[in-house]
């Protein structure tokens, strides 16, 4: 028996699973029907796919949630996941599973898929035969990720940064690396059985200011991560940043270094896929502004030529949305991107060589760590301020980068930290800005672009 299978059966033998049978479970994603795995649709490469965000605590209102996201013409369906499950506490959430479904109220934010068992779940996934996306934000996703492959759930999104920097305080960084190296092995296993499992990073980070250069880097290494583990289908992500020219440029530089480092390590046989996020700041109020805001998004994902694009509600300011404003986003987003066509294409030259610039510079940095794994390169750059997110709460960032928006809405670095920006890049970004103010006049600026779009 492998190290990785005894790691697995120990994993799977937490009181709260049912038991799990490895055999069963290999013998269902070998038979898997190929339109519950996303990969299989980025191949066909027939259109941009869209996916909501979504998931309810009990069984019936999922199924319900799906019913309405399928007759507004979803093409990837979202299975959130609740807090308590996140935090890897199972006892909880299975106590506010059983409160809900007595009490037919909420008690969770989002599914309790472990409590919930693939057995149960599975059934649903493939009643609906669409491929589902799993939203979680788990920092350890050993179990949940078994649990999810097992119910037919074959896109796993999150990764050691992106699912801990945004989220955690006190969570230990070097424990994220190696439980996610866990999940990395389990995806590549079952992708030989059938299609790729996809992995998808979580780009938005923050959603705080956080400069494209920071989002593209920590793309590519979780991408590097990933592919080094044996995974041949992965997602790269940003979210809306403010700016159209600049969301354009970060498009076009993380798809070509994307496919460019990948070939560095030897995997340009593996699928690179672009997502790109609606805006995750906060939204406005008005929520006719909320939907000129959506199609705005939609229409930008449409001039960055993202596979896939995930959505967000008009509702998203006032509360939990719900399932019919979810659907009626799906319904109008298909319809804005069915009506696009002839967009033209938008090039600046020099922003595109200025990120791109700044991003070799970060990852030759990463790459030069004198630690002997990518991993550990990665998290020694982390804590040394290499690598810097905007507004993280964890304890290792080193929150001394400080970005904010020119009068064109474009995020720029005005200090920028241990973040090895080459100083002509480093230059031109605070030329950008009008740095002759007091600080306090600073700051309000920034205090107004993180909520610009309210």
Same mark, same amino acid.
């Given at each position: ?11 799977l033998g ?29 191949d ?5 796919l ?45 106590k506010m ?41 788990t ?8 649990? +999810?492959i097992?119910?037919? &759930?074959?896109?796993?999104?999150? $990764? #050691?940064? *992106?699912?801990? %920097? ?5 969570f230990?960084?070097?424990k994220?690396?190696?439980y ?11 992708s +030989?059985?059938?299609?790729? &499992?996809?992995?998808?990073?979580? $780009? #938005?980070? *923050?959603?705080? %200011? ?22 041949k289908?992965f ?6 940043q ?7 440029? *970060? ?22 896929h ?9 939204f ?14 939609t229409?930008?994902?449409s ?13 998203e ?6 399932k ?11 319809y ?5 066509s ?16 700044e ?18 390169k ?15 709460p ?20 005005i ?7 080459p ?5 031109y ?26």
């Amino acid at each position: 028996m492998s190290q990785l299978q005894e790691e697995r059966e120990i994993i799977l033998g937490n009181e709260n699973v049912d038991s799990f049978d490895f055999d069963e479970v290999r013998e269902f994603v070998k038979g898997a029907d190929e339109r519950l795995f996303i990969s299989h649709h980025f191949d066909k490469r027939e259109k941009m796919l869209v996916q909501p965000r979504g998931g309810f605590p009990t069984y019936e209102k999922q199924f319900a949630l799906y019913e309405f996201f399928v007759d507004a013409n979803v093409d990837v369906l979202p299975l959130t996941i609740d807090s308590n499950t996140r935090l890897n506490d199972y006892a909880t959430a299975k106590k506010m599973l059983r409160l809900s479904e007595a009490n037919e109220v909420d008690m969770l934010n989002g599914y309790p898929l472990v409590n919930h068992g693939y057995r149960n779940t599975r059934k649903m996934m493939t009643h609906f035969n669409h491929p589902v996306s799993l939203r979680h934000g788990t920092p350890d996703a050993r179990l949940l990720i078994e649990i +999810a492959i097992a119910s037919g &759930i074959f896109e796993i999104e999150g $990764g #050691p940064i *992106t699912y801990l %920097l945004p989220y955690s305080k006190n969570f230990p960084l070097d424990k994220a690396f190696l439980y996610w190296k866990y999940v990395e092995r389990v995806c590549a296993d079952y992708s +030989a059985l059938n299609k790729p &499992i996809n992995r998808e990073s979580f $780009g #938005p980070l *923050t959603a705080t %200011l956080v400069p494209p250069s920071i989002t593209i880097v920590i793309q590519l290494l979780e991408m590097l991560l990933s592919l080094e583990e044996g995974v041949k289908s992965f997602s790269v992500s940003f979210s809306q940043q403010g700016s159209m020219i600049q969301d354009i440029v *970060t498009g076009k530089v993380t798809r070509k270094l994307a496919d460019h480092y990948a070939a560095q390590i030897g995997c340009d046989d593996a699928s690179i896929h672009l997502v790109y996020h609606q805006w995750m700041g906060a939204f406005p109020t008005n929520r006719d502004s909320a939907d000129q805001l959506i199609n705005m998004s939609t229409v930008i994902a449409s001039m960055c030529g993202a596979d896939k694009i995930i959505t967000k509600t008009r509702e998203e300011a006032v509360g939990i949305p719900t399932k019919e404003a979810n659907a009626q986003t799906v319904a109008n987003t298909q319809y804005t991107l069915r009506i696009l066509s002839g967009l033209p294409a938008i090039v600046d030259e020099h922003e595109e060589e200025i990120l791109t610039a700044e991003v070799h510079a970060i990852m030759e940095a990463v790459f030069n760590d004198p630690a002997d794994t990518l991993w550990r390169k990665v998290f020694n750059s982390i804590k040394n301020g290499i690598i810097d997110v905007p507004f993280s709460p964890h304890i290792i960032n080193h929150n001394k980068m400080i970005t904010i928006r020119d009068a064109q809405k474009n995020i720029r670095i005005i200090e920028r930290g241990n973040v090895p920006i080459p100083d002509r890049c480093y230059a031109y970004e605070k030329s950008c800005c009008d740095l002759d103010k007091d600080t306090t006049s600073i700051v309000n600026d920034i205090i107004h672009d993180i909520g610009i779009m309210q």
